[in-house]
């Protein structure tokens, strides 16, 4: 059986928006005030304009961290483990409702479609007091899967000693030369 080789796709900013689009499921990581990361699984969305959206309430660890620096990385998962993902670097801005509310529809749009009552929504993300962070990717990718390291995709035909895949290292070496069984 061959194994399932690793992938790492580059993308345009056009590319990175499209896959990033049906995914919702991502990991937002901002800076604590010691340097170490705060890692938080969100919801994320895409405005029609390319900013990645994440709507929550501003008492969250990680608006605070975003207040004091904006600089954030986005892990964008598939809803498969084992997908294709990718991470996005970006500044982070934070609007508050009510000025964030016409960002939070766009933010429920681009995940779950229409409201049935977008008076209510509106309603709701005022009295709840929520916040919309917003970011511009600015250095992302490659889209990547993970899997066997495509220079080592023959390594076991070369232990097994069949010498036709072909396969060599980096610095064009023999793999099998280096190979421990």
Known sequence: ???KLATEDQVDVAGLLEFVR????WLLVTLRADGRPQISPV????TPDGQLVVSTYPS???????TRDPRTTICV??????GAWVQVDGMATITHA????DGMVEYYRSISGEHPDWDEYREAMIRQGKCLISVAPERWGPIATGGFPPSLASIDDLVAGNPSSG?????????ADTAEA
């Open 60 to 66: 969250r660890d990680k608006v605070y961290n975003l």
């Open 1 to 3: 059986m061959a194994p």
């Open 43 to 46: 919801s994320g969305g895409v």
């Open 167 to 175: 396969a060599a290292d980096e610095d064009g070496g023999d793999e």
């Open 22 to 25: 049906p995914r919702h499921k």
């Open 98 to 101: 009510p000025e964030a509310v």
């Open 77 to 82: 998962l598939s809803d498969e483990f084992g």
